[in-house]
């Protein structure tokens, strides 16, 4: 009971003072942090946190602390906008991952990403299918920014008193040469189909397809490993 009201406003201090820094040092929002910015949260938060169930420290020690460190960040804020090359390595830099409608299979796995989450990445920018796509790039906060091909961009279909169409999500059948084959059942179609539409666009193994899609009354979108290691390469085609 002694320290609750230590704790109360040493609290408010922390609150304040994490608050005021995060103001001088321009940090972005939270949807926005760099890899950098969420460790730099990460500690200071941490640090604050520690001094508070510390009963030998006080609000001089834990203004000390957020002092320290709002010093050390802002050091490293200042470098990082002076000298331009240090910013790709404490923010890392923008990753095309998707050029002119091509998955770029390097960009990918150099960024740890699959297949999959790419696909939620383009969805929450109400993309679903990739063949709609010119090119995405992987921020440094990993969101995605995507530039749709000139026959997906605007005017829709309504401006031009068009009349629409029953709105499709692509069915994603082959994903780094393997057939998925619960979005063949659920697309209705056979993996029979499938082999020879690959055939018909001079694939004789799926294992030398990166990525595949079905949308019905269209043509098989179908993309080769591309812009790839040759070792890499050899892995997925042995």
Do not use: C
């Not at 796509?133 to 279909?157: M, R």
């Not at 994903?175 to 084959?181: A, L, N, S």
């Not at 055939?199 to 990525?211: A, L, W």
């Amino acid at each position: 009971m002694d320290n609750m009201l230590p704790m109360l406003y040493e609290s408010v201090f922390g609150i304040l003072a994490l608050f005021i820094f995060t103001k001088v040092l321009g940090k972005t929002q939270i949807s926005q942090l760099t890899a950098f910015d969420f460790i730099a949260a990460v500690v200071l938060g941490e640090l604050v946190g520690n001094a508070l169930f510390d009963k030998k420290a006080g609000i001089l020690d834990i203004g000390y602390v957020i002092l320290i460190w709002g010093i050390l960040l802002f050091i490293i804020e200042m470098i990082a906008q002076k000298f331009k090359r240090s910013r790709f390595i404490l923010e890392g830099k923008p990753e095309l991952v998707i050029h002119k409608g091509e998955l770029i299979y390097e960009a990918m796995r150099k960024n740890k990403i699959d297949i999959n989450e790419l696909q939620q990445l383009l969805r929450m920018k109400d993309v679903f299918a990739v063949q709609e796509v010119e090119n995405a790039v992987l921020e440094t906060n990993g969101e995605l920014s995507v530039l749709k091909k000139a026959e997906y961009q605007p005017p829709t279909k309504k401006d031009l008193n068009v009349a629409p169409t029953e709105p499709q999500i692509a069915m994603t059948v082959i994903t780094d040469g393997e057939i998925i084959k619960d979005n063949l059942a659920e697309a209705n179609i056979t993996e029979e189909w499938l082999l020879e539409e690959l055939k018909r666009q001079n694939y004789h193994d799926t294992k030398e397809v990166f990525y595949a899609e079905y949308l019905k009354d269209k043509k098989l979108f179908v993309l080769p490993y591309t812009k790839i290691k040759k070792k890499h390469l050899e892995n997925k085609i042995s």
